[in-house]
């Protein structure tokens, strides 16, 4: 089936499922807690949601990464700037995904991946939906912190991506978290912002258009 078909069957179980969503907590990915007396200072900084079919993602540059979070980045040195996702260990990195790989990720709780994309500047080719968000250098600082907790590193160090993990320009490697219906690429998301201390809601967000609507709602949020 063609990943148009792909899409709308997730998308149907999805809205069958919606009404359950405020009952149900999505499992935690570990993301640090913002700390309120920290001042978040001027929007100096902008990092980049993209929407692309039914994956959501957070796009950074590369120089700007804190030293002290992401070695992975190293494995991009060439790259201006980094997409970040999470997602299905089996799905999430399958150029051909069927309809069985995408039901049997929403209904089973599965292993994690976390992509990194090497992109150009924006716009950004493939990109379905692209906002520019502001954010100040503390808000950056915590993302990145946030992304970076998300790495499954049990030996420490540097993440090297799982087998069959290296695919034109974009690597997979262990996560942290289980992903099922939900918790999903976009309740992650929503995770990473909130932790920046942004007013993004973690609950409910079942599609990336739904993640994207309330991205938009941030007052500083371009187009």
Not at 78 to 105: C, H, I, K, Q
Request: proline share 10%; charged share 20%.
């Amino acid at each position: 089936m063609s990943a148009l078909g792909v899409r709308a069957a997730l998308i149907g179980i999805g809205a069958f499922c919606m009404a359950w969503v405020g009952a149900c907590a999505p499992a935690g990915t570990p993301v640090p807690t913002p700390d309120p007396t920290v001042d978040g200072g001027s929007l100096t900084r902008t990092v980049y949601l993209v929407r692309s079919r039914l994956h959501t993602g957070i796009v950074m540059a590369r120089d700007a990464l804190p030293s002290s979070h992401l070695p992975e980045a190293a494995d991009f040195p060439d790259a201006p700037f980094l997409e970040f996702g999470w997602g299905d260990r089996d799905y999430y990195p399958d150029p051909n995904p069927t309809v069985g790989m995408g039901l049997s990720a929403l209904m089973t709780p599965t292993e994690a991946v976390m992509k990194i994309g090497a992109r150009g500047p924006p716009p950004f080719a493939g990109a379905d939906d692209l906002l520019s968000l502001p954010v100040s250098d503390g808000e950056f600082g915590r993302i990145a912190e946030a992304i970076d907790a998300s790495f499954d590193r049990p030996d420490g160090g540097r993440a090297e991506p799982i087998p069959g993990g290296r695919r034109g320009g974009r690597n997979f490697y262990p996560a942290h978290g289980r992903f099922q219906m939900f918790n999903t690429c976009n309740n992650w998301l929503a995770r990473v912002l909130a932790a920046a201390g942004l007013d993004v809601s973690t609950t409910g967000a079942m599609t990336g258009a739904e993640l994207m609507l309330r991205v938009r709602a941030l007052p500083r949020v371009t187009e």
